[in-house]
Protein backbone atom coordinates (compact mmCIF):
# COMPACT_ATOMS: atom_id res chain seq x y z
CA UNK A 1 0.00 0.00 0.00
CA UNK A 2 1.41 3.22 -0.89
CA UNK A 3 1.74 5.70 1.91
CA UNK A 4 1.13 9.38 2.71
CA UNK A 5 4.60 10.60 1.95
CA UNK A 6 5.80 14.09 3.96
CA UNK A 7 9.35 13.21 2.81
CA UNK A 8 11.76 16.26 2.85
CA UNK A 9 13.63 15.68 -0.50
CA UNK A 10 13.59 12.86 -2.10
CA UNK A 11 9.68 13.25 -1.95
CA UNK A 12 6.45 12.56 -2.94
CA UNK A 13 6.72 12.66 -6.90
CA UNK A 14 3.76 12.39 -9.41
CA UNK A 15 2.30 8.80 -10.33
CA UNK A 16 2.90 9.84 -13.71
CA UNK A 17 6.37 10.40 -13.28
CA UNK A 18 6.38 6.90 -11.57
CA UNK A 19 4.85 4.83 -14.22
CA UNK A 20 6.39 6.65 -16.96
CA UNK A 21 9.74 6.15 -15.49
CA UNK A 22 9.34 2.99 -14.73
CA UNK A 23 8.32 2.08 -18.34
CA UNK A 24 11.17 4.27 -19.95
CA UNK A 25 13.15 2.25 -17.93
CA UNK A 26 12.28 -1.13 -19.92
CA UNK A 27 12.27 1.12 -23.55
CA UNK A 28 12.82 5.04 -23.89
CA UNK A 29 9.87 5.32 -26.10
CA UNK A 30 10.41 2.64 -29.33
CA UNK A 31 14.19 2.94 -29.92
CA UNK A 32 15.27 -0.63 -28.21
CA UNK A 33 16.80 0.73 -25.50
CA UNK A 34 16.23 1.60 -21.70
CA UNK A 35 16.60 5.72 -20.50
CA UNK A 36 19.93 4.29 -18.62
CA UNK A 37 20.96 2.18 -21.91
CA UNK A 38 20.74 5.15 -24.69
CA UNK A 39 23.30 7.33 -25.28
CA UNK A 40 23.27 11.09 -23.86
CA UNK A 41 24.63 12.18 -27.46
CA UNK A 42 21.14 10.01 -29.44
CA UNK A 43 18.50 11.82 -30.80
CA UNK A 44 16.44 9.85 -28.47
CA UNK A 45 17.94 11.59 -25.62
CA UNK A 46 18.15 14.93 -26.88
CA UNK A 47 14.75 14.88 -26.94
CA UNK A 48 13.91 14.12 -23.74
CA UNK A 49 16.43 16.76 -23.14
CA UNK A 50 15.03 19.24 -25.60
CA UNK A 51 11.41 18.55 -23.66
CA UNK A 52 12.79 19.38 -20.20
CA UNK A 53 14.59 22.79 -20.98
CA UNK A 54 11.69 23.60 -23.54
CA UNK A 55 8.74 22.89 -20.02
CA UNK A 56 11.39 24.49 -17.87
CA UNK A 57 11.37 27.87 -19.73
CA UNK A 58 7.58 27.81 -20.52
CA UNK A 59 5.90 26.93 -17.13
CA UNK A 60 8.42 29.85 -15.30
CA UNK A 61 8.19 31.93 -18.67
CA UNK A 62 12.38 32.60 -18.81
CA UNK A 63 13.37 35.30 -20.55
CA UNK A 64 15.31 35.04 -23.97
CA UNK A 65 18.71 36.09 -22.57
CA UNK A 66 19.01 32.78 -20.06
CA UNK A 67 19.97 28.94 -20.29
CA UNK A 68 18.29 26.55 -18.07
CA UNK A 69 21.12 23.56 -17.20
CA UNK A 70 20.73 20.12 -15.76
CA UNK A 71 23.86 19.05 -13.86
CA UNK A 72 25.78 16.91 -11.06
CA UNK A 73 26.79 17.63 -7.55
CA UNK A 74 23.53 18.97 -6.12
CA UNK A 75 23.10 22.44 -4.90
CA UNK A 76 25.88 22.22 -2.45
CA UNK A 77 28.50 22.25 -5.45
CA UNK A 78 26.34 25.38 -6.37
CA UNK A 79 27.33 27.22 -3.37
CA UNK A 80 31.16 26.80 -4.05
CA UNK A 81 30.40 27.65 -8.13
CA UNK A 82 28.61 30.03 -7.26
CA UNK A 83 31.54 32.14 -5.58
CA UNK A 84 34.58 30.25 -7.31
CA UNK A 85 32.99 32.01 -10.93
CA UNK A 86 31.38 35.62 -9.39
CA UNK A 87 32.64 36.59 -6.24
CA UNK A 88 35.62 39.17 -6.42
CA UNK A 89 35.68 41.36 -3.75
CA UNK A 90 32.71 41.02 -1.77
CA UNK A 91 29.30 38.98 -2.02
CA UNK A 92 26.21 40.08 0.13
CA UNK A 93 23.97 36.89 1.68
CA UNK A 94 21.32 36.72 3.66
CA UNK A 95 21.31 33.93 6.70
CA UNK A 96 17.76 31.94 6.79
CA UNK A 97 19.02 28.39 8.30
CA UNK A 98 21.22 25.43 7.47
CA UNK A 99 21.64 25.98 3.56
CA UNK A 100 22.03 29.58 3.28
CA UNK A 101 24.68 29.16 6.07
CA UNK A 102 26.32 26.18 4.14
CA UNK A 103 26.42 28.91 0.98
CA UNK A 104 27.92 31.49 3.60
CA UNK A 105 30.67 28.86 4.49
CA UNK A 106 31.47 28.08 1.15
CA UNK A 107 31.90 31.91 -0.32
CA UNK A 108 34.24 32.48 2.62
CA UNK A 109 36.78 30.53 0.89
CA UNK A 110 36.87 32.92 -2.25
CA UNK A 111 36.40 36.29 -0.70
CA UNK A 112 34.33 38.57 1.39
CA UNK A 113 31.13 37.62 2.67
CA UNK A 114 29.04 40.22 4.19
CA UNK A 115 26.05 38.93 5.75
CA UNK A 116 23.59 41.38 5.27
CA UNK A 117 20.69 40.32 7.12
CA UNK A 118 19.94 36.96 9.73
CA UNK A 119 17.36 35.22 11.71
CA UNK A 120 19.79 33.14 13.41
CA UNK A 121 19.20 35.08 16.56
CA UNK A 122 15.25 34.38 16.85
CA UNK A 123 16.24 30.62 15.85
CA UNK A 124 15.74 31.26 11.84
CA UNK A 125 11.63 31.16 12.89
CA UNK A 126 10.88 34.44 10.41
CA UNK A 127 12.33 35.38 7.10
CA UNK A 128 13.99 38.99 7.19
CA UNK A 129 12.54 41.70 5.04
CA UNK A 130 13.52 45.01 4.27
CA UNK A 131 17.90 44.84 3.97
CA UNK A 132 20.13 47.33 2.64
CA UNK A 133 22.09 45.62 0.12
CA UNK A 134 26.02 47.36 -0.37
CA UNK A 135 26.19 48.60 -3.94
CA UNK A 136 29.83 47.23 -4.50
CA UNK A 137 28.64 43.22 -3.72
CA UNK A 138 29.40 41.65 -6.83
CA UNK A 139 25.83 39.80 -5.81
CA UNK A 140 23.18 38.91 -3.42
CA UNK A 141 22.30 35.27 -2.19
CA UNK A 142 18.88 34.57 -1.33
CA UNK A 143 17.46 30.65 -0.18
CA UNK A 144 13.92 31.58 -0.99
CA UNK A 145 12.58 28.59 0.81
CA UNK A 146 14.23 27.08 4.13
CA UNK A 147 13.75 23.75 4.16
CA UNK A 148 14.73 22.72 7.64
CA UNK A 149 13.36 25.61 9.26
CA UNK A 150 10.01 26.44 6.98
CA UNK A 151 10.55 29.62 5.89
CA UNK A 152 9.55 31.16 2.94
CA UNK A 153 9.51 34.18 1.06
CA UNK A 154 7.21 35.03 -1.83
CA UNK A 155 7.75 38.54 -3.93
CA UNK A 156 10.30 38.58 -5.92
CA UNK A 157 12.45 41.77 -5.91
CA UNK A 158 15.04 43.89 -7.97
CA UNK A 159 17.34 44.91 -6.09
CA UNK A 160 20.72 47.37 -7.45
CA UNK A 161 22.99 43.87 -7.88
CA UNK A 162 22.58 40.61 -9.13
CA UNK A 163 20.49 38.10 -7.01
CA UNK A 164 21.19 34.68 -6.85
CA UNK A 165 18.53 32.75 -5.77
CA UNK A 166 18.69 29.28 -4.10
CA UNK A 167 15.08 27.86 -4.99
CA UNK A 168 15.61 24.05 -3.91
CA UNK A 169 12.56 23.44 -2.27
CA UNK A 170 10.09 26.09 -3.50
CA UNK A 171 10.90 26.07 -7.94
CA UNK A 172 7.91 25.37 -9.53
CA UNK A 173 5.60 26.13 -6.89
CA UNK A 174 4.25 29.27 -7.50
CA UNK A 175 4.99 31.84 -10.52
CA UNK A 176 8.41 33.64 -10.47
CA UNK A 177 9.62 36.53 -11.90
CA UNK A 178 12.83 35.24 -13.44
CA UNK A 179 13.85 39.02 -14.76
CA UNK A 180 14.57 39.60 -11.13
CA UNK A 181 17.16 36.96 -10.93
CA UNK A 182 20.68 36.44 -12.65
CA UNK A 183 20.32 32.73 -11.44
CA UNK A 184 18.55 30.57 -10.01
CA UNK A 185 19.99 27.17 -9.12
CA UNK A 186 18.31 23.85 -7.10
CA UNK A 187 18.58 20.31 -6.49
CA UNK A 188 15.87 18.77 -8.16
CA UNK A 189 14.68 16.08 -5.73
CA UNK A 190 12.00 18.10 -4.33
CA UNK A 191 9.60 19.65 -6.40
CA UNK A 192 10.83 18.46 -10.06
CA UNK A 193 12.68 14.90 -9.84
CA UNK A 194 14.61 12.14 -8.71
CA UNK A 195 17.60 13.18 -6.56
CA UNK A 196 20.67 13.38 -8.98
CA UNK A 197 20.29 16.17 -10.78
CA UNK A 198 20.69 20.50 -10.18
CA UNK A 199 18.85 22.66 -11.93
CA UNK A 200 20.14 26.49 -13.17
CA UNK A 201 18.89 29.01 -14.80
CA UNK A 202 21.18 31.08 -15.61
CA UNK A 203 21.71 34.68 -17.37
CA UNK A 204 23.82 34.32 -20.71
CA UNK A 205 25.46 37.62 -20.04
CA UNK A 206 25.87 37.59 -16.45
CA UNK A 207 27.89 34.15 -16.22
CA UNK A 208 29.97 35.57 -18.96
CA UNK A 209 30.50 39.24 -18.14
CA UNK A 210 30.84 38.75 -14.87
CA UNK A 211 33.17 36.12 -14.16
CA UNK A 212 36.26 36.23 -12.48
CA UNK A 213 38.75 37.41 -15.03
CA UNK A 214 41.87 36.97 -12.85
CA UNK A 215 41.25 32.84 -11.22
CA UNK A 216 42.12 29.83 -12.55
CA UNK A 217 38.71 27.72 -13.01
CA UNK A 218 38.27 24.12 -13.60
CA UNK A 219 36.38 23.48 -17.16
CA UNK A 220 33.71 21.46 -15.79
CA UNK A 221 33.17 24.26 -12.69
CA UNK A 222 32.62 27.31 -15.27
CA UNK A 223 28.88 28.18 -15.86
CA UNK A 224 30.11 29.65 -19.37
CA UNK A 225 30.96 25.78 -20.36
CA UNK A 226 27.71 24.24 -19.11
CA UNK A 227 25.89 27.34 -21.27
CA UNK A 228 28.25 26.57 -24.31
CA UNK A 229 27.94 22.89 -24.45
CA UNK A 230 24.30 22.79 -23.21
CA UNK A 231 24.87 20.96 -20.09
CA UNK A 232 26.80 17.94 -22.71
CA UNK A 233 30.31 18.67 -21.79
CA UNK A 234 30.23 15.62 -19.75
CA UNK A 235 27.51 12.96 -19.46
CA UNK A 236 24.43 14.54 -17.76
CA UNK A 237 22.27 12.85 -15.45
CA UNK A 238 20.03 11.40 -18.16
CA UNK A 239 17.51 9.30 -16.00
CA UNK A 240 16.96 12.04 -13.24
CA UNK A 241 16.48 14.89 -16.25
CA UNK A 242 14.05 12.03 -17.50
CA UNK A 243 11.85 12.30 -14.04
CA UNK A 244 12.06 15.88 -14.10
CA UNK A 245 10.76 16.02 -17.95
CA UNK A 246 7.84 13.78 -16.58
CA UNK A 247 7.22 16.31 -13.62
CA UNK A 248 6.56 19.12 -15.53
CA UNK A 249 4.43 17.81 -17.97
CA UNK A 250 2.30 16.75 -15.33
CA UNK A 251 3.33 20.61 -13.96
CA UNK A 252 1.45 22.09 -16.62
CA UNK A 253 -1.34 19.86 -17.22
CA UNK A 254 -2.15 20.95 -13.39
CA UNK A 255 -2.16 24.72 -14.19
CA UNK A 256 1.24 25.66 -14.24
CA UNK A 257 3.27 26.81 -11.25
CA UNK A 258 -0.05 29.15 -10.81
CA UNK A 259 -1.97 25.73 -10.46
CA UNK A 260 1.15 24.40 -8.14
CA UNK A 261 0.69 27.55 -6.22
CA UNK A 262 -3.14 27.23 -5.71
CA UNK A 263 -3.08 23.90 -4.11
CA UNK A 264 0.32 24.72 -1.91
CA UNK A 265 -2.14 27.43 -0.25
CA UNK A 266 -4.56 25.11 -0.23
CA UNK A 267 -2.57 22.50 1.85
CA UNK A 268 -0.57 24.53 3.67
CA UNK A 269 -3.83 26.82 4.78
CA UNK A 270 -5.19 23.45 6.01
CA UNK A 271 -2.30 21.94 8.08
CA UNK A 272 -1.66 25.59 9.54
CA UNK A 273 -4.69 26.10 10.99
CA UNK A 274 -4.94 22.42 12.93
CA UNK A 275 -1.70 23.31 14.35
CA UNK A 276 -3.59 26.61 15.45
CA UNK A 277 -6.28 24.72 16.53
CA UNK A 278 -5.41 21.55 17.68
CA UNK A 279 -4.22 21.91 21.72
CA UNK A 280 -1.83 19.11 20.94
CA UNK A 281 0.33 20.91 18.59
CA UNK A 282 1.94 24.66 17.87
CA UNK A 283 3.70 25.78 14.77
CA UNK A 284 7.03 27.17 14.80
CA UNK A 285 7.06 29.76 12.42
CA UNK A 286 5.97 33.58 12.31
CA UNK A 287 2.88 34.18 10.31
CA UNK A 288 4.14 36.08 7.47
CA UNK A 289 7.57 33.98 6.86
CA UNK A 290 5.30 30.13 6.78
CA UNK A 291 6.59 27.72 4.14
CA UNK A 292 4.31 26.51 2.04
CA UNK A 293 6.28 23.85 1.32
CA UNK A 294 8.16 22.96 5.01
CA UNK A 295 6.03 22.91 7.91
CA UNK A 296 7.51 22.42 11.33
CA UNK A 297 5.54 22.00 14.15
CA UNK A 298 5.97 20.85 17.91
CA UNK A 299 4.43 19.43 20.56
CA UNK A 300 2.34 22.35 22.74
CA UNK A 301 3.89 23.11 26.00
CA UNK A 302 3.49 20.33 28.52
CA UNK A 303 3.07 18.03 26.07
CA UNK A 304 6.62 17.46 24.40
CA UNK A 305 6.41 14.26 26.51
CA UNK A 306 4.27 12.56 24.01
CA UNK A 307 6.36 13.58 20.83
CA UNK A 308 7.08 9.77 20.30
CA UNK A 309 3.66 8.57 20.69
CA UNK A 310 2.64 10.84 18.02
CA UNK A 311 5.07 9.72 15.60
CA UNK A 312 4.19 6.36 16.08
CA UNK A 313 0.25 6.74 16.09
CA UNK A 314 1.47 8.91 12.45
CA UNK A 315 3.18 5.73 11.25
CA UNK A 316 0.53 3.50 12.02
CA UNK A 317 -2.06 5.74 9.86
CA UNK A 318 0.32 5.08 6.75
CA UNK A 319 2.07 8.76 7.55
CA UNK A 320 5.80 9.05 7.06
CA UNK A 321 7.96 11.63 6.69
CA UNK A 322 7.04 13.88 9.91
CA UNK A 323 9.63 13.85 11.83
CA UNK A 324 11.66 16.88 12.21
CA UNK A 325 15.39 17.52 10.69
CA UNK A 326 17.90 15.62 12.35
CA UNK A 327 19.27 19.14 13.74
CA UNK A 328 16.10 21.05 15.35
CA UNK A 329 13.66 17.98 16.16
CA UNK A 330 10.18 18.19 16.50
CA UNK A 331 7.69 17.80 12.94
CA UNK A 332 7.98 18.95 9.60
CA UNK A 333 5.51 17.72 6.76
CA UNK A 334 7.21 18.62 3.72
CA UNK A 335 4.50 19.45 0.95
CA UNK A 336 6.04 19.75 -2.06
CA UNK A 337 4.00 19.95 -5.80
CA UNK A 338 2.88 16.03 -5.79
CA UNK A 339 1.53 15.86 -2.29
CA UNK A 340 -2.04 15.53 -2.28
CA UNK A 341 -4.88 17.41 -0.41
CA UNK A 342 -5.82 13.78 0.12
CA UNK A 343 -2.12 13.17 1.79
CA UNK A 344 -2.99 16.58 4.05
CA UNK A 345 -6.37 15.52 5.08
CA UNK A 346 -5.15 11.88 6.54
CA UNK A 347 -2.03 13.90 8.49
CA UNK A 348 -5.14 16.33 9.62
CA UNK A 349 -7.25 13.86 10.85
CA UNK A 350 -3.95 12.02 12.51
CA UNK A 351 -3.31 14.94 14.74
CA UNK A 352 -7.33 15.55 15.78
CA UNK A 353 -7.69 11.73 16.70
CA UNK A 354 -4.42 12.09 18.58
CA UNK A 355 -5.77 14.82 20.24
CA UNK A 356 -9.56 13.41 21.34
CA UNK A 357 -7.00 10.40 22.27
CA UNK A 358 -5.46 12.24 24.61
CA UNK A 359 -7.52 14.72 25.67
N1 LIG B 1 19.50 24.23 -0.44
C1 LIG B 1 18.30 23.91 0.07
C2 LIG B 1 17.29 24.98 0.30
C3 LIG B 1 18.02 22.57 0.36
O1 LIG B 1 16.83 22.24 0.87
C4 LIG B 1 18.99 21.58 0.11
C5 LIG B 1 18.74 20.11 0.37
N2 LIG B 1 17.71 19.77 1.16
C6 LIG B 1 20.22 21.97 -0.39
C7 LIG B 1 20.43 23.30 -0.68
C8 LIG B 1 21.30 20.97 -0.65
O2 LIG B 1 20.95 20.28 -1.79
P1 LIG B 1 21.71 19.00 -2.31
O3 LIG B 1 21.43 17.91 -1.36
O4 LIG B 1 21.12 18.80 -3.67
O5 LIG B 1 23.16 19.35 -2.38
Request: glycine share 6%.
Amino acid sequence: MRKHIFNAGPCKLPDSTLENTAKAVMELGNCGQSIMEVSHRSKDFQLVFDEAVELFKELLNIPENYSVLFLGGGASTQFATIPFNFLKNKAAYVNTGTWSSGAIKEAKLFGEVEVIASSEDKGYTFYPQNFEVPADADYLHLTSNNTIRGTEFFEDKAYDVPVICDMSSDIMSRPVDVSKYAMIYGGCQKNLGAAGVTFVIINNDFAEKNLVADRVIPTMWKYTTHINKGSMNNTPPCINIFTVKETLKWVKANGGCAGMEKLAIERCDMLYAEMERNSMFRPVVEEGSRSRMNIPFVMAEGKEDLMQEFLDFSVSKNIVGIKGHRSVGGFRASTYNACTITEVEALVAAMKEFESMKA
